[in-house]
């Protein structure tokens, strides 16, 4: 590490004889995957910085990424995705397409919206006067992987989507 530094040092014009323990602490702490250049930049930018014959690193600057794709609360993007849009289709009276419906609230095509209400597992709650539900929660009126057929107005089956079926 002195000798990188020091290469550094004469590159960039200047006389640095020594790094503070803090400093080299630090940089020794965190993990430099065979990223070298990543490094030597930080030291090059460090010893542009230093006045005098000390390295002044700013330390502040060094930041491990997280290595976890959660947030520390444990919440994915999978359940704030699947929140966001259980909150648009309650906002919209369960409506997916339209100008005031679920999809237009989310800036999404109805056709994408439907695809992540399949994959989410949010279904049409039965009758379709009663919103939507995650499928498996207690307050669900279907099962995964099973549709209870809904009876329209006039009788008829409709679809998981609330839509009447074909005949």
Excluded at 78 to 90: E, G, M, P, T, Y
Aim: one cysteine or more.
């Amino acid at each position: 590490m002195h000798h990188l530094v020091a290469e550094i040092a004469r590159r960039a014009g200047k006389t640095i004889t020594s790094v503070p323990k803090k400093t080299m602490d630090a940089l020794m702490s965190l993990h430099w995957p065979g990223n070298v250049r990543e490094l030597e930049n930080f030291l090059e930018r460090s010893a542009i910085l230093t006045n005098g014959t000390v390295l002044a690193a700013p330390i502040s600057e060094l930041v491990q990424p997280h290595a976890s794709p959660e947030k520390s609360d444990g919440t994915t993007l999978v359940s704030i995705d699947r929140q966001h849009i259980l909150k648009a289709l309650k906002d919209s009276n369960g409506q997916i397409s339209g100008p005031r419906g679920a999809a237009a609230r989310l800036g999404l095509k109805r056709t994408t919206l439907q695809s992540k209400l399949k994959k989410l597992g949010i279904r049409r709650a039965t009758p379709l006067s009663e919103t939507y539900a995650e499928s498996g929660s207690a307050d669900s009126r279907c099962e995964v992987g099973r549709v209870a057929p809904a009876v329209g107005a006039k009788g008829g089956t409709r679809t998981p989507m609330g839509f009447p079926a074909r005949s």
